[in-house]
């Protein structure tokens, strides 16, 4: 019976070499066929009925995948395999044991292993979730009837011819239901439906999906926020949005451009439902770090109907990008912080002039002082509590003034930090562990006022962390300041001891030089005194309160990968020794393994978020693959 549920087990008697690839043929030959056919047989297919006619009304996840050969010979794939770094990652032991692994496997299937995931996708893949059964179908558009009839009863003689020779019983059950022949291997269900293989993990979701291909009845294709969503991703994909919603096979979110593409459409409403009194659709962050993180997002999750994901191979990287709707009222006064007025708040430009040596940077609109003064609305008891005695300690570090209101209040919402590549410096004066730079970039509404409050607390700060220091024997830091150019600069450098030999480098406190920088309105704290000054000097004509060079989005980031492993490779022998110290490994497997996630790390080239939340919430990251990659798949592309 479909419903029925079987296991098998394999038992290997090894006697010589060649018994050993015989046994390891036929197990590797179960574990594929298992995942992607696990036997199926075949059933007459009538009509041009696409899947979300026979999917379940209640569906609540639907997607499409575009056919694996335009992911695997997509030109940007292609390029990545020819480059040095993907030479070198594919010649470790670890992916020599995979190629044996699959070599074996496409000599017991008798097929290349991706020439059977081409023709098992060749007209796209689906997959599905059904509310009522929990169940997960997954249904493959291939190559055609012939094809998938012919290969089934090859795998399934396989199969059973396998388990015959080792003494198990058949793993293969195979039922009757209606006109369709189901088999269940394990925990997997399968029907043939012409040139569809439809798998699931529950009988009763086969069944579902069985029945309205036969009868019809309501569907996928049916409910409102489906064709709501499909819609919507249609548009995204740049295709008609009125001829969507009963698009099949590779028309919708796919076309002849050479791009690989997939998308997501969810029923936030039922999934929210299903997951009732999950933190994340409660609304309310657990604690000040999540609010500030998550604040707008845990809005949406909370009142959104519908979301939708889709994702785009194109000829410089992979995008992803994920919507759901968005309506000012939900977020009312206690998240404006977040989102900002109308929920068109906007983070900074993203322009930097001139070499920074940036190797991160992240830009957005959050409005702290907001956040502060309605964490009673926002939080439980508890975290007011905790935030009550901060509010307290910060009131007396800032003279008296109301931290929420005077301090954080006299900021413009728009910030920016920026993370920097170390400073060039002689072996002998640099620490052992070598850290990047960051500045956290505001503008203040009044200068005149704020800078005097900010520049009384950095020095105080500073005498702290000396009386600190002091008692357990750490470095000392000097004050010092100068104005040069239109900056004010206040800063503090380590003073080394004497007494003390550096010869093994100096200790990780020296990469801070905590510094304050004031150019006009705008106020720059850092680790790096040079850096607070050149992010002032560059940034502080774009514009009293970001105004005139902000975003379009309200929070956007940019990691620059070339720049993370230079860092990486800087910090090599100290990041090899402390593998070696808490993971127990020696000297070349830790070096080996180092090595590994930097040449990784070349494949890439940046990384990018944004997100925003005006007409709808909206979030998007893209990784860009490295320069030669980008080169040759234009020349592909223009050929």
Request: hydrophobic share 40%.
């Amino acid at each position: 019976m479909i419903g029925t549920r079987c296991g098998f087990r394999a038992r290997f008697g090894v006697r010589s070499v060649r018994d050993l690839c015989i046994e390891l043929r036929r197990f590797a030959s179960l574990c594929l066929l298992g995942l992607t056919l696990a036997c199926v047989t075949t059933l007459r297919a009538s009509g041009e009925q696409g899947p979300e006619a026979w999917l379940p009304e209640g569906t609540i996840l639907f997607g499409r995948i575009d056919a694996s050969d335009r992911w695997l010979e997509h030109p940007v794939v292609e390029s990545l395999k020819q480059s040095e770094a993907f030479k070198k990652l594919w010649r470790t032991p670890e992916a020599l044991q995979l190629r044996g692994g699959i070599t074996v496997a496409e000599f017991a299937l008798g097929m290349k292993l991706d020439r059977l995931a081409n023709s098992l996708s060749t007209h796209g893949m689906y997959v599905a979730i059904d509310k009522e059964t929990k169940g997960i179908a997954v249904l493959l558009h291939t190559e055609g009837e012939a094809w998938l009839e012919d290969y089934i009863e090859k795998a399934i003689g396989f199969l059973r011819k396998d388990a015959k020779s080792k003494g198990n019983p058949d793993p293969v059950k195979e039922a009757m239901y209606r006109d369709f022949r189901g088999y269940k291997i394990q925990n997997a269900v399968f029907a043939q439906v012409g040139d569809w293989l439809v798998l699931s993990n529950e009988g009763e979701t086969l069944k579902a999906i069985l029945d309205r291909k036969l009868d019809r009845g309501p569907s996928l294709s049916d409910a409102d926020w489906y064709r709501r969503s499909i819609s919507e991703v249609a548009v995204a994909a740049g295709d008609t949005a009125g001829d969507t919603a009963g698009k099949t096979g590779s028309d919708t979110g796919s076309k002849t451009d050479g791009e690989a593409r997939g998308f997501v459409v969810i029923d936030w409403k039922s999934v929210r439902e299903l997951a009732r009194g999950n933190d994340l659709f409660r609304g309310q962050a657990k604690d000040f770090g999540a609010e500030l993180l998550l604040g707008g997002w845990l809005s949406v999750f909370s009142k959104a109907d519908v979301a939708s994901v889709t994702m785009e191979l194109d000829r410089k990287g992979l995008a992803l990008k994920a919507w759901a709707p968005s309506e000012t009222e939900w977020f009312g006064d206690s998240r404006l912080h977040y989102v900002g007025p109308q929920a068109k708040g906007r983070a900074p430009g993203e322009r930097l002039q001139g070499d920074l040596g940036v190797m991160a940077s992240l830009g957005t609109y959050r409005d702290f002082s907001q956040l502060w003064l309605r964490a009673g609305d926002l939080f439980d008891q508890n975290v007011n509590d905790q935030l009550a005695q901060a509010d307290a300690t910060l009131t007396t570090l800032f003279s008296g003034k109301d931290f929420g209101e005077d301090i954080l209040g006299a900021i413009y919402p728009e910030v920016r930090l920026v993370v920097c590549e170390p400073t060039a410096s002689d072996d002998a004066e640099r620490p052992a562990l070598r850290l990047p730079g960051f500045a956290l970039v505001g503008r203040m509404k009044d200068p005149g006022k704020l800078q005097r409050e900010l520049k009384r607390t950095f020095q105080t700060f500073i005498g702290f962390l000396n009386v600190a220091g002091a008692q357990e024997g750490q470095p000392q830091l000097e004050l010092e300041n100068a104005k040069e150019d239109r900056a004010m600069l206040y800063w503090a450098h380590y003073v080394r001891d004497e007494d003390k030999d550096y010869s093994g480098g100096l200790p990780i406190q020296f990469n801070f030089e905590p510094s304050i920088a004031f150019v006009d309105d705008l106020v720059v704290v850092s680790s790096q005194l040079g850096l607070a000054k050149e992010l002032g000097l560059k940034l502080s004509g774009e514009g009293v309160g970001g105004t005139e060079e902000s975003s379009e989005h309200q929070t956007w980031m940019n990691l620059d990968m070339a720049a993370l492993r230079r860092l990486l490779d800087l910090n090599s022998n100290a990041l090899i020794a402390q593998s070696m110290l808490e993971n127990g490994k020696t000297r070349v497997e830790a070096k080996r393994d180092l090595e590994r996630v930097s040449t990784l790390m070349e494949l890439v080239e940046r990384v990018r978020m944004s997100m925003q939340f005006e007409d709808r919430a909206v979030i998007e990251f893209r990784v860009d693959f490295r320069g030669d990659a980008n080169l040759q798949a234009e020349e592909e592309s223009a050929k």
